[in-house]
């Protein structure tokens, strides 16, 4: 059927029912992606693994999701998009179902680094799917649902996993939030309409390599990858070892209670739209460094051991990281030259790697220095983001000059 004889009673139904699947599709990638940094401390103490290795259950599943991300998006050209995101949500699902019985920590890093390939369905080809299937007028509504989805998945998977903590031990926790993220795949599944408008083609490697090299080889989107790269190995580092600090002295919470600074994440929702309007006044550049500005102030924040002012520094590194995202990834849009797409896809591969190699080398900073270690590297990694943000400002100015 093609979408001129649609009725317009079916074209809402049909739309919404997009909506609400890929609402769940965010839910159950995201939940599944960060269910294991809620119990980072846990498999320390299980498997008396140092901070570092337990922290590579949630770098191997961003690692290799990013380095999956590419190639899902290729395939999704040529088997379509329902098929590599249905594929992608029923494999995690299983995946994550199977983890609480590993029995070791080397079996449940090897599937969690499973997890990540497959799940890398999702993220590189949900927003190419909206755009296709999804009218001018609904577009932006329904990217707003499926991203707030992606948010309340990361939220679940990191707060359900330390509620119940608090009740069992960890396998208890991942065996909860991977019940809850196959019951939303499970509504994905089922509520996925067919493509209308979507058209299979064929696998030309040469083109596509040639129109991936051509981004790696722009001026402001390298530096734009780059961004991603620090900004999100930084922003890892921090959530991925507070736990530790917050649940030993002089602190001593529990782990539900540590899990509660997670909600902090909603301040990231809410300025990274906000950080959108301000872009039409303030302009890209002053955004980001406002952002970096945050960060900054908020790292130095957390030195202390005062809980307060410990948790206001982490509100503010959340909201500026998230300022810096906003508007880094929308850059990587309107900078690209043709296939944006792409475009896109690399910078989420650049992000994910981030969070596995960066956050990943977090964990020896963390290990041999302890938090200070730990903010004088994420210190560092924002310093390079912010000398980035002065070559895409000099970048810019450069261009408009020309014009």
């Known amino acids: 059927m093609t979408t001129a004889a649609l009725v317009p009673e079916d074209t809402v139904a049909h739309e919404r029912r997009i909506t609400v699947a890929l609402f769940a599709a965010g839910l159950t990638t995201f939940a599944s992606m960060y269910s294991a940094q809620a119990l980072l401390p846990s498999l320390s103490a299980a498997f008396g693994a140092t901070p570092a290795r337990a922290a590579l259950a949630v770098s191997l599943t961003t690692g290799l999701l990013a380095v999956a991300i590419v190639p899902m998006s290729v395939l999704s050209d040529r088997l379509g998009r329902t098929r590599v995101m249905i594929g ?12 609480p019985f590993s029995p070791n920590l080397d079996a449940l890093l090897i599937g969690r680094a499973v997890q990540g390939v497959v799940l890398a369905g ?26 707030a989805g992606t948010s309340l998945g990361g939220l679940t998977g990191r707060l359900i996993p330390a509620f119940t903590l608090e009740v069992g031990p960890w396998r208890w926790a991942l ?4 019940i809850a993220a196959a019951v939303c795949a499970g509504i994905f599944v089922r509520m996925l309409p067919p493509s209308r408008r979507f058209t299979p083609r064929p696998l030309a490697i040469r083109s596509v390599a040639a129109g991936f090299a051509g981004h790696l080889r722009d001026r402001t989107l390298l530096p734009l990858y780059g961004l991603a790269f620090v900004m999100m190995g930084g ?18 919470l529990s782990a539900a209670t540590v899990g509660l600074v997670f909600v902090l994440y909603l301040a990231g929702t809410a300025t990274a739209a906000a950080a959108g309007r301000m872009t039409a006044r303030l302009g890209r550049s002053r955004v980001m460094g406002l952002g970096l500005l945050g960060m900054g102030i908020g790292l130095g924040l957390t030195l202390p051991d005062v809980l307060p ?40 591969c650049a992000y994910y790697l981030g969070s596995s190699i960066a956050g990943g080398l977090g964990g020896l900073a963390f290990g041999s220095f302890g938090w200070a270690g730990l903010a004088v590297y994420v210190a560092v990694l924002v310093a390079v983001a912010a000398g980035l943000v002065g070559a895409l400002t000099a970048r810019s100015r450069a261009v408009q000059t020309i014009r």
């Open 235 to 252: 922003f890892v580092s921090m959530y991925n070892f507070l736990g530790y600090r917050l649940t030993r002295e002089p602190f001593g």
């Open 88 to 99: 992608s949500a029923v494999a995690a699902s299983v995946i994550g179902l199977l983890l």
């Open 175 to 178: 065996a909860t939030i991977a």
């Open 122 to 147: 999702v993220p590189a080809v949900a927003m190419g799917y909206l755009a296709e299937e999804i009218g001018s007028a609904g577009l932006a509504s329904a990217m707003g649902v499926y991203i």
């Open 309 to 348: 002012v410990i948790l206001f520094g982490v509100l503010l590194c959340t909201a500026g990281f998230f300022a810096i995202h906003s508007v880094a990834s929308g850059w990587v849009g309107a900078a690209a030259d043709g296939n944006r797409a792409a475009a896109s896809a690399l910078y989420m």
